[in-house]
């Protein structure tokens, strides 16, 4: 299988997001504003504004669960867990 055949949206398997819950929690206070979490977020679901970060308000919808911008959050402002419901990505190679 060559990779211009692979349909990356059927690797993404979700349940509904009204099950999920919040999986990626968000503390404003601990936020320096540095940008990093918009910057590594492969769907833009961060943005900076006036100094602090801002996470989409349906992101469950989107998040691809890489956890790569509690990675980059050296405060700590941003707490990321796996959600419930068995949604994510599902990596098919073969
Ligand atoms: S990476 Fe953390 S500190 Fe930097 S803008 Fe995002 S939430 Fe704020
Ligand atoms: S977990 Fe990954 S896709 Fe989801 S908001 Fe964070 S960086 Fe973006």
Known sequence: MDAESIDFFELVKRVDTDQMGD???YDRDKCNGCGLCALVCSFSLWAVK???AKLAVRYQELCL???ACE???EP???EFSYPKGGTGVIIEYG
């Open 23 to 25: 999986f990626i929690s």
């Open 50 to 52: 006036q100094g602090k």
């Open 65 to 67: 669960e890489c956890g």
């Open 71 to 73: 990675e980059v959050c």
């Open 76 to 78: 700590g402002a941003i």
